[in-house]
Nanobody
Framework: QVQLVESGGGLVQAGGSLRLSCAAS????????MGWFRQAPGKEREFVAA????????YYADPVKGRFTISRDNAKNTVYLQMNSLKPEDTAVYYC??????????????????WGQGTQVTVSS
């Protein structure tokens, strides 16, 4: 049984930082690309960042470029999202997801096979 468990969310003031973690089990982690998505109330789930199985390639949505960094530790079966210079518009539930290594469009929700339950991030102004 595949499980993705996010942690690290919380309440932070604008300009602050948070580090999200996603621990994976039940799958061969190093064979999967990993992504972070977010969903704000009343909005569709949107792509935030993704990283290939080796960590050699990373991808970011325009609104988070230069502020967020995705990384992974295959020895720990964990993917991270370091979020700096947070803004109120970053407020959302953040989800991690796993896609087979050969996935082409890592920014698309449809490429992902497994999802975590989400962790709330709230940025106050």
């Amino acid at each position: 049984q595949v499980q993705l468990v996010e942690s690290g969310g919380g309440l932070v003031q604008a300009g602050g930082s948070l580090r999200l973690s996603c621990a994976a089990s039940g799958l061969t982690f190093s064979r999967y690309a990993m992504g972070w998505f977010r969903q704000a109330p009343g909005k569709e789930r949107e792509f935030v960042a993704a990283i290939r199985w080796s960590g050699s390639s990373t991808y970011y949505a325009d609104p988070v470029k230069g502020r967020f960094t995705i990384s992974r530790d295959n020895a720990k079966n964990t993917v991270y999202l370091q979020m700096n210079s947070l803004k109120p518009e970053d407020t959302a539930v953040y989800y991690c997801a796993a896609a087979w290594a050969q996935a082409m469009r890592v920014s698309s929700v449809y490429e992902y096979d497994y999802w975590g339950q989400g962790t709330q991030v709230t940025v106050s102004s």
